[in-house]
């Protein structure tokens, strides 16, 4: 499941077409990925409209058009944007091409979980606006941050870090790194921390955010050996500051890794 670097990275292939008109919309539009949008609307508008930039935030995107069209897209488990040739062979899972007249520009889901959202108006839409704040802006603040974990206090901190209506765009890779780097276990109650401790959990959600979308929303890449990340799946594979074999459990509904010496209990 792509999380927040992963969202930026695909959300840049389709850069190359800023400031040009999308010549023809192909879609498949029986798939439900486009559930409750006004299709007829969408095929009418965006043709002739230009891409004017776009926005991601947590696991979504913004595109937005001239002629007051916006496109959302979430890219659910298997979602990809790529851009291809003007003429190129639309395939099966293509289910949204926009054709400009030098690219275009692709959207492709073969397990369908993925979503797109049109909205046809002057200003941004509802659903963009109300989403959270990116972990990244200064409105993510400790404050806001201990308020949340206060009111999930009994929940284990692994839960609550993937909950997307705070942490946006934190996975499940991305919520074991925080942990790992606070040296908090994945378990411990999110309403017990000490002050010290959540002002641990607060930098470090926000440098591994910026972490991953330096390294990953740039080409693709792996963070380096130093990261958990790299070390997470390995069979047998081992804590990368001190060699420990990494702990592995279903916390807070997902597989988890953690580093018993540097997490303990
Ligand atoms: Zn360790």
Not at 5 to 32: M, N, P, S
Not at 242 to 263: F, M, N, P, V, Y
């Amino acid at each position: 499941m792509p999380e927040l670097a992963e969202v930026e990275f695909f959300r840049r292939r389709w850069d190359v077409g800023v400031g040009q008109k999308i010549a023809a919309v192909t879609l498949h539009e029986e798939k439900r990925i486009f559930r409750g949008n006004d299709l007829t609307t969408l095929t009418r508008v965006l043709p002739g409209a230009r891409l004017l930039a776009s926005e991601a935030r947590g696991k979504q995107m913004l595109f937005r058009f001239s002629h007051d069209a916006w496109l959302g897209v979430h890219l659910g488990m298997t979602g990809e944007l790529r851009h291809e040739p003007r003429e190129f062979s639309v395939g099966k899972h293509d289910h949204l091409v926009l054709a400009q007249s030098r690219q275009s520009l692709v959207f492709s889901d073969p397990r369908l979980f993925g979503r797109v959202l049109f909205h046809h108006g002057a200003s941004v839409p509802e659903w963009w606006s109300r989403l959270p704040s990116a972990l990244t802006s200064d409105a993510f603040t400790l404050e806001r941050m201990q308020a949340f974990l206060q009111r999930r206090a009994r929940s284990p901190l692994k839960g609550v870090l993937l909950q997307q209506e705070f942490f946006i765009g934190i996975g499940n890779w991305m919520a074991d790194e925080i942990l790992w780097r606070a040296k908090l276990h994945p378990s411990r109650a999110a309403g017990q921390l000490t002050d010290v401790e959540a002002r641990e959990v607060w930098k470090t959600v926000r440098f591994v955010c910026a972490g991953a979308l330096r390294i990953v929303a740039e080409d693709y890449s792996d963070p380096p050996a130093s990261w958990l990340f790299r070390h997470r799946w390995e069979k047998g594979g081992r804590c990368p500051k001190d060699g420990s074999e990494l702990g592995r459990a279903t916390i807070g509904g997902r597989t988890t890794a953690w580093c018993a010496k540097c997490q303990p209990r």
